[in-house]
């Protein structure tokens, strides 16, 4: 070719250059981002051992480590370090779907605990030529992750991280009923709640908690001996089952004891109604040990490294109480004796710390 198109050699040089250095560009592994343990009793990065123990990976040869980490748009990535005796010291990082997580997860959790871990599927392979990566994204440099400019969230690794071994609070909110003869004093109350408590395994977690509930004195009571309201209180150590029923669902059960509280309150004039003496403001309060059940339905959430969950629930609680008797000129008597019972429904929302 001839003319003022012909390309020289200095520009067949720079053309080259920029080639290669886009190539080499191209090829270069993304920065390490947030480092993921697959199970809370594994190292950061897993060296040969445990990846011969797990199983995981077999197909690379020369394979030395592999750790796991959060990509800036939100999937998990492995990082993999090879020592190929043809190509040398090399990266592979691979993004992981969320089946595949949790198939991993899962994998570990069962080894870790000297199950039998149920078997992976085998990979996926890579993408086709001119397949757009953002539709499903395998490995890289095999295939390019996402760009930087994705939208937060369009990418997530909707993982459930596993139950065992973490640290737990949980908040809860809802209502509770007295269903003993205490109910002519108590209104039904709402309940707000925290607790504590760490997952030894993934069925069981004893936690330490607390509760207090808020309501109002019954408007008969009231009209005889002024108005006031009333609150329960209570400082509980439970330990719950949890009964797996798919990937996501479990039903628990869940006992304990505790130290609980019952008062009522009043505010202005009160008529003490066995020796008629007035006084500015009044409690009269219940402090007693008992024990309380519950049982309900926990739902596992989204999260890549804490386990969260939402449960609904209902209890059973019960302690001893004293007699309580007043009684007024017409006659009316409020009178309760024996145990004090109270029916509770709430929610509660759990998160790993």
Excluded: K
């Amino acid at each position: 070719m001839t003319g003022m198109f012909a390309p020289r050699p200095r520009q067949l040089l720079i053309v080259a250059a920029v080639l290669c250095s886009a190539r080499a560009a191209l090829a270069a592994a993304p920065p390490p981002g947030e480092l993921l343990r697959l199970n809370p009793g594994l190292p950061e990065i897993l060296d040969r051992e445990w990846l011969a123990r797990l199983d995981l990976f077999t197909g690379e040869v020369g394979l030395v480590s592999v750790r796991f980490e959060l990509a800036p748009w939100g999937a998990v990535l492995a990082r993999l370090e090879l020592e190929d005796p043809d190509r040398g010291p090399r990266v592979i990082v691979r993004n992981l779907t969320s089946e595949r997580w949790q198939a991993m997860q899962a994998r570990a959790a069962a080894i870790m605990a000297g199950e039998t871990p149920p078997p992976l599927s085998p990979e996926r392979e890579p993408l086709p030529a001119g397949e757009d990566p953002l539709a499903a994204v395998r490995s890289w440099p095999e295939t390019p992750p996402p760009p930087a400019a994705l939208p937060a969230g369009q990418l997530v690794a909707r993982g459930i991280a596993p139950l065992g071994g973490h640290w737990l609070a949980l908040v809860d909110a809802g209502a509770r009923v007295n269903l003993s003869g205490y109910n002519q004093f108590f209104t039904p109350m709402a309940q707000i709640g925290l607790a504590f408590g760490y997952s030894v395994s993934s069925r069981l977690v004893p936690f330490l908690g607390f509760h207090a509930g808020f309501g109002d004195m019954r408007s008969d009571f009231e009209d005889a001996f002024g108005d006031g309201r009333a609150n329960a209180f209570g400082f509980t150590l439970d330990t719950l089952v949890r009964l797996p029923v798919s990937e996501r669902h479990s039903l628990y059960v869940e006992g304990g004891g505790g130290y609980f509280i019952r008062s009522l309150y009043w505010g202005g004039l009160f008529v003490d109604p066995r020796t008629g003496t007035v006084s500015e403001g009044r409690v009269l309060e219940q402090q007693n040990f008992g024990w309380n059940l519950r049982a309900g339905w926990l739902v596992a959430r989204d999260h890549p490294r804490r386990p969260r969950f939402i449960d609904v629930g209902v209890g059973l609680q019960t302690s001893r109480a004293d007699p309580w008797i007043f009684w007024t000129d017409e006659p009316a008597t409020f009178e309760a004796t024996g145990r004090d019972t109270w029916i509770l429904l709430t929610v509660r929302f759990w998160d790993g710390l």
